[in-house]
């Protein structure tokens, strides 16, 4: 079961990250409606939004990158306690330009995800 539900999340998750690097625009949306429940909610650098739209305009936004555009990737394993899961991913503009690194937490309900939680950004050491 436990296996099946994190088969389920990652085909979600690969479903989302794959909207990023559509070939074209116009993808985006199949892209995004199928991994993603038409009410998600979306906790991006921006704050909170809701609506697949919502989500579109980010990845478009994203994909619009001054410095050209990128590629994301997953790059972790899908750790899934439950209906939750995270993740790390990578942001690579073309050319040795900036690139974002961070980490997904994103909630399922019926094999799509509902819940989005971008933390953008490498999380500091504590001081000890």
């Known amino acids: 079961m436990q296996e099946e539900q994190e088969e389920t999340a990652r085909s979600a998750i690969d479903t989302f990250i794959s909207a990023f690097n559509a070939s074209d625009d116009s993808y985006v949306t199949a892209l995004l409606s ?3 429940t038409s009410d998600v909610v979306f906790w991006g ?3 909170r939004s809701e609506g697949i739209e919502a ?3 980010f990845v478009l936004d994203i994909r619009r990158h001054p410095a050209g555009t990128g590629t994301m990737v997953r790059c972790s ?3 899934m306690p439950d209906e939750w899961a995270r993740y790390q991913w990578v942001f690579t503009t ?3 330009g900036p690139r974002l690194a961070g980490t997904d937490v994103v909630h399922l309900r019926r094999s799509l995800i509902d819940q989005v ?3 953008a950004g490498e999380i500091e050491p504590s001081a000890s």
């Open 94 to 96: 073309p050319d040795g």
């Open 117 to 119: 939680i971008v933390f």
């Open 34 to 36: 199928q991994a993603l």
């Open 55 to 57: 989500v579109e305009r």
């Open 77 to 79: 394993a899908v750790d």
């Open 45 to 47: 650098p921006l704050g």
